[in-house]
């Protein structure tokens, strides 16, 4: 796939902006990737429009064809469907018991998703009931039990003879007296909707407060999964998602079409038969493997990189003419930021590291920190700033910096400082602007 997609993308040439046929040229391809992982038809339809609103005529970005740039889109766009944040299961404030209820079909992963939270929670030092509420197998309550025994959980079970309502109501009992904060009910599934179903979880529903249904969903279920998900919703209602088995060889369109859906967040994703694959979801990584792009995503990425270093090329130029300004601060400070190395660099920013040596240095986490939290009160005072005092530092008179000083919220003097160390900075960037290779500068620090 990736291959014909870089086929067709070379034919088109660079330019301006995206033309309707660009899109559709290359949404045609989309489409087919997307379906080929399994998302929803349906779904597929609707987003494929939506990317189509959004692309035409949008600027294409240097260093990108426009088929490029329509994936870049469309990435973004999947990320945003998926949620652009993790989310995490919600649990009660404070030392109340958060009663948790797993639903889903057979075979989805329930049970083994109910230990592998279990653990979780209890390395985050809270005290878990897993409870059995699946009657129907013997195996199945045997099957919690020896997973929770892993976890070095307990388990609360009554048996096959019993309503699984009545069961969740004894267990919240039980929870309550031997001080569990956390309960989490390993429902029964079908192996397809069925009213049974439905019916029981929602008799558990009345008789327990359920503070968070989870939906397990297996990444294999394909197309199928919009339809379980949309009836899950709509029956009992569901405040999240945990999708299971990615990774096996599927795509994982299901975790589209369920968000897409449903509206609910996808909160993790197993990863594995063990009790402790289980990982918190994130929705970019999830877009380049629905999409199966790799290659693709990492080019737009590089070319996203060289514009930075056209602005920092930009900057250098400044510097030279000695005409860096607070705005020009702030914007490599944001570069430093996308660049990911703060801690490297960091030491030779002024007033952040030693003035006088200009060497690289390799920060531990605690220095990363307080470097970082520096910066952010340099942040604080440049936004404190008017326009024209950020682009002519020498405006700054004592007025104008306690203004700036009550603004940022911090000391005058610290306005001080910062202001004499830009100065001298500037000073500094002349000379060493002058002597730096011209197009191996990736930085003016
Ligand atoms: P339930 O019927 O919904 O309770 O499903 P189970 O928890 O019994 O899981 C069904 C099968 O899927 C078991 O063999 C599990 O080991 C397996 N399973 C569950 N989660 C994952 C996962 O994230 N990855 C893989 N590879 N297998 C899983
Ligand atoms: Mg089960």
Do not use: W
Not at 37 to 56: G, S
Not at 104 to 119: F, R, S, Y
Not at 297 to 304: T, Y
């Amino acid at each position: 796939l990736t291959e014909k997609l870089q086929n067709i993308f070379k034919n088109l040439r660079s330019k301006g902006r995206l033309t309707e046929d660009d899109v559709k040229e290359a949404l045609k391809e989309i489409k087919r990737a997307l379906l080929a992982a399994d998302v929803n038809f349906k779904v597929v339809k609707d987003f494929i429009k939506k990317v189509q609103e959004r692309a035409i005529g949008q600027d294409v970005m240097s260093g990108l064809n426009p088929g490029q740039m329509v994936i870049k889109i469309v990435n973004e766009e999947l990320v945003e469907l998926m949620g652009s944040e993790t989310t995490d299961i919600q649990l009660q404030p404070g030392s109340a018991i958060t009663v948790i209820m797993m639903a889903g079909l057979q075979g989805a992963g329930k049970t083994t998703t109910t230990a592998k939270l279990a653990g979780k929670y209890k390395l985050k030092g809270k005290k878990p009931l897993l409870v059995a509420c699946d009657v129907y197998r013997p195996a199945a309550i045997k099957q919690l039990q020896v997973n929770g025994e892993k976890q070095g959980v307990e388990v609360f079970a009554m048996g096959e003879n019993n309503k699984p309502a009545n069961i969740a109501k004894a267990a919240l009992e039980h929870a309550r007296k031997n001080g569990h904060n956390i309960v989490i009910l390993d429902t029964a599934g079908r192996l397809h909707i069925d009213e049974d179903m439905m019916g029981e979880l929602q008799e558990i529903k009345e008789a327990v407060t359920v503070h968070q249904t989870i939906l397990v969903i297996d990444a294999m279920t394909g197309q199928d999964a919009v339809n379980v998900a949309k009836e899950f919703n709509d029956k009992i209602g569901i405040d999240g998602v945990i999708i299971t088995k990615l990774d096996g060889d599927t795509r994982g369109g299901a975790a589209l079409s369920v968000k897409a859906v449903t509206g609910k967040p996808i909160f993790y994703a197993g990863m594995g038969e063990k009790l402790s694959d289980l990982e918190q979801f994130h929705p970019d990584r999830m877009a380049s493997r629905i999409l199966g792009m790799g290659d693709v995503l990492s080019l737009i990425e590089k070319a996203e990189a060289q514009i930075d270093e056209e602005k920092a090329r930009q900057m250098t130029q400044k510097m030279k003419k000695a005409q860096f300004d607070f705005d020009d601060y702030l914007e490599s400070m944001k570069q430093m930021r996308n660049m990911g190395g703060l801690g490297n660099i960091m030491s030779m920013m002024p007033g952040l590291g030693a003035m006088g040596g200009m060497k690289m240095k390799n920060l531990d986490d605690e220095q990363t920190a307080q470097a970082e939290k520096s910066l952010a009160r340099i942040e604080a005072m440049i936004y404190s700033m008017t326009p024209a005092e950020r682009r002519d530092p020498d405006l700054l008179n004592p007025s104008r910096k306690h203004r700036i000083a009550k603004g940022a919220g911090v000391d005058i003097s610290e306005v001080n400082r910062m202001v004499k160390q830009f100065g001298e900075m500037r000073k500094l960037m002349k000379t060493f602007g002058k002597s730096a290779r011209k197009g191996r500068l990736r930085f003016p620090f």
